[in-house]
């Protein structure tokens, strides 16, 4: 993966393969293990280890804090930024702020057709390792983490707080468009704490929340 070398022989083989993992990271999301990835795409367990390995080493892909799986890493951002939408781009640039300036989760979820999807999951502080749920526990268990409270709060609500695993909780902010309906939920994982004063908590990111909504509903 690393630069050099001649690209020949079985060489592009094993770069489809290593594309296929970063794949497969980027649909399972963040807390994916090797042993899943291998399974997911037919891969020898050991080839499977290799690759991870080679991407680790490159910076496509992090080892979560807790070490129960992995991420994408923030060479694949970079990649990225470069494809995405004007739209995608600027939500991308607030929330990087938000996290230059807040010690705490800063997660993005949309909210398509009513249905909770992350669609920006903080790299320093994993989903599974910061009191928010995976995705399809939010689905089966809408409680679990502020998130998945978005939807039923009131249109007048600009968040909501629950506390989840021992020690820690999130606020979600509400984004919404000028109609009232909810399109997207910041959610801003902390320990239990700071949970306390949520309104100061939410009084930090106020300004950030209203960016976010003019750009994400935007025509």
Request: with cysteine.
């Amino acid at each position: 993966m690393s630069p050099g070398g001649d690209v020949g022989g079985r060489q592009p083989h094993a770069v489809r393969s290593a594309l296929s993992v970063l794949e497969e990271v980027a649909r399972a999301g963040p807390g994916v293990t090797a042993k899943q990835i291998s399974a997911a795409l037919g891969l020898p367990r050991a080839t499977t280890y290799r690759l991870v390995n080679l991407l680790v080493q490159d910076e496509y892909l992090v080892r979560l804090p807790d070490l129960s799986g992995f991420a994408l890493g923030h060479r694949v951002t970079l990649l990225a930024s470069n494809a995405v939408p004007d739209r995608e781009r600027e939500a991308a640039e607030i929330l990087a702020g938000m996290r230059g300036r807040i010690r705490a989760g800063v997660h993005l979820a949309s909210f398509r057709d009513g249905r909770l999807e992350l669609v920006d999951v903080d790299p320093d502080f994993p989903v599974t390792a910061a009191a928010l749920a995976d995705p399809p526990e939010i689905g089966a268990d809408p409680g679990a983490a502020a998130l998945g409270l978005l939807p039923a709060a009131g249109a007048v609500e600009r968040y909501v707080v629950c506390v989840g695993q021992p020690g820690y909780g999130s606020l979600a902010a509400a984004v919404r468009d000028d109609a009232g309906v909810l399109v997207a939920g910041v959610a801003l994982a902390v320990p239990a704490p700071r949970l306390e004063d949520p309104a100061g908590l939410y009084a930090l990111v106020h300004d950030d929340i209203e960016r976010l909504r003019a750009v994400l509903t935007q025509g």
